[in-house]
C-alpha cells in the first residue's frame, strides 16, 4: 500500500504522530463516565459550527424574511429540517453537558491549582455558550423569539444606573428591531464563535498541558 | 500483540469508534451535501396556458390590450411579473397574440388607432398591425404567443424559463 510509505515520509515532516501522542496517548488517571462531558460538548461544539454554517447558507437576518427563509428552510430544501432540527436540538443538549461539565469539575474538586486558569477559561465558555442561546433564540423572528428577547433584554434594563445603556446596546435602540436582529445574528456567526474557538483552545492547551485530576479519594 | 489473532481490547474499540464514526459523518454529511444542491434539483421550466376571457368580446381588427401577472417563487421570494399583449382577431376568427415589449431594448409599445401602428415611446419604432417593422431601430418583428380557443375562450401560452 502506497500509504505504507507515504506516512513516515509525511510524518517526518509534519510531525503528526508526535501531536496524536500528544493528544490521545497522554497519560490519564482512572476515572469514570463523568469524565466524558467535555468531549461530548465539544463534539456538540463541531456538529453546532457544521449545522450553522449550513443553515446560514439560507438564512436570511433580516425583519422581512428571516421568517420566511426558516419556514423555506423546513419545507422548501431537501434535509433543512433534519438541519435545523440537528442545530436546535444541539444547543439544548450543549447547554446541558457544559453544565453537567462544570458540576463534575465542582464536585471532584477539580478547579483547584494548578488548574484555575482551566476553570476560569470553562466558567467564561460557560457564559459565551449561554450567549449563543440567547442570541439564537431570536433568530427565527417568530412571536416567541420576538418577546423572548423582549423580556430577556428588558431584563438586562433592569440593572441599576447603567441600565437604560445596557438594554439599548443590546437592543441597538430603544426598541426591539431589525437592528437588533442584525447584531444578534452577528454575535451568534461571528463574535461568540470566534470568542468560544479561542477559549476552547486555550481550555484543551491547559488540559493536555497539566493533565486531568484524578478523582479525589478520602484520605487526601 | 497487534499480528495476534484475538482482538485487543484497544483494537475494539479503536474499530467500535472508527465505525461509529463512519456512520454518523455519513448520516450528517449525506444530508447536508442534499441540504447544499436542493435548489440545483429543482430545475422548473413553468410554461401555462392563460384565459383571456371569450374571443367574441375581442373586436375584430383592432388589436386589443390584454395584461395579466404571474408569480414566481424563488425559496423565499416572491416575484410577480406583469405581462401585457395585443390580441388582434380577423374576420375568420384567426388570432395572433402580439408581446408589447419593443424588439429593440425592450419598451412598451402601444397601439395608435390613426395610424394604425404600433409605436415605441422610447426610441420612435414603428410595427404596423401584424407586428412587421415599418420603421427604427427593432431588428425583429414584435414576438408572439401561441394561442388557442377552448370552448370558445381564448388561451395564451405562456412559457418561462
Redesign the interface.
Known amino acids: 500500500m502506497i500509504s505504507k510509505r507515504m506516512f513516515p515520509w509525511l510524518d517526518e515532516r509534519l510531525g503528526i504522530s508526535g501531536i496524536y501522542k500528544t493528544i490521545f496517548d497522554r497519560m490519564v488517571p482512572k476515572v469514570n463516565w463523568w469524565f466524558t462531558l467535555g468531549s461530548a460538548t465539544l463534539f456538540l461544539f463541531a456538529?453546532q459550527v457544521?449545522t450553522g454554517i449550513?443553515l446560514s447558507?439560507?438564512y436570511?437576518p433580516s425583519p422581512d424574511?428571516a421568517y420566511?427563509?426558516i419556514?423555506?428552510i423546513m419545507n422548501?430544501?431537501?434535509?433543512?429540517w433534519?438541519?435545523r432540527g440537528?442545530h436546535h436540538w444541539g444547543a439544548t443538549l450543549m447547554v446541558i453537558t457544559v453544565f453537567l461539565h462544570m458540576l463534575r469539575v465542582f464536585f471532584y474538586a477539580a478547579y483547584k491549582y494548578p488548574r484555575e486558569i482551566t476553570w476560569t477559561t470553562g466558567v467564561l465558555l460557560l457564559l459565551a455558550t449561554l450567549g449563543m442561546g440567547f442570541t439564537g433564540y431570536l433568530l427565527p423572528w417568530d412571536q416567541k423569539a420576538y418577546w423572548a428577547t423582549t423580556v430577556g433584554t428588558s431584563i438586562a434594563g433592569a440593572v441599576p444606573g447603567i441600565g437604560d445603556f445596557i438594554l439599548r446596546a443590546l437592543r441597538g435602540g430603544n426598541d426591539l428591531s431589525g437592528v437588533t436582529l442584525a447584531r444578534f445574528f452577528s454575535a451568534h456567526i461571528w463574535m461568540f464563535p470566534l470568542i468560544i474557538i479561542a477559549l476552547i483552545g486555550v481550555h484543551l492547551y491547559l488540559v493536555i498541558r497539566i493533565g486531568i485530576s484524578s478523582i479525589p479519594k478520602e484520605n487526601e | 500483540m497487534a499480528r495476534s489473532a484475538n482482538v485487543t481490547r484497544r483494537g475494539f474499540i479503536t474499530s467500535v469508534m472508527a465505525f461509529a464514526g463512519s456512520v454518523m459523518g455519513v448520516v450528517?454529511g449525506l444530508?447536508?451535501i442534499?441540504?447544499?444542491i436542493?435548489?440545483a434539483?429543482n430545475a422548473k421550466k413553468s410554461d401555462a396556458w392563460i384565459p383571456a376571457g371569450k374571443l367574441d368580446t375581442y373586436p375584430l381588427g383592432v388589436p386589443t390590450s390584454f395584461s395579466f401577472t404571474r408569480t414566481q417563487v424563488n425559496?423565499?421570494?416572491k416575484t410577480v411579473n406583469s405581462f401585457s399583449v395585443y390580441v388582434l382577431r380577423d374576420a375568420s376568427n384567426q388570432v395572433k397574440v402580439f408581446s408589447s415589449i419593443c424588439t429593440h431594448l425592450g419598451c412598451r409599445v402601444s397601439f395608435h388607432k390613426s395610424s394604425e401602428e404600433y409605436i415605441c415611446p422610447c426610441h420612435d419604432a414603428h410595427f404596423n398591425i401584424n407586428g412587421g417593422v415599418v420603421s427604427g431601430p427593432p431588428p425583429r418583428p414584435l414576438n408572439q404567443y401561441e394561442s388557442k380557443v377552448d370552448n370558445g375562450n381564448l388561451m395564451i401560452h405562456v412559457i418561462e424559463a
Do not use: N, T
Not at chain 1, 76 to 80: N, S
Open positions: 456538529l457544521v449550513m447558507v439560507y436570511v424574511k420566511d427563509s419556514q423555506y422548501g430544501v431537501a434535509f433543512g433534519l438541519i440537528i | 450528517v444530508p447536508v442534499g441540504y447544499l436542493s435548489p434539483l425559496g423565499w421570494e
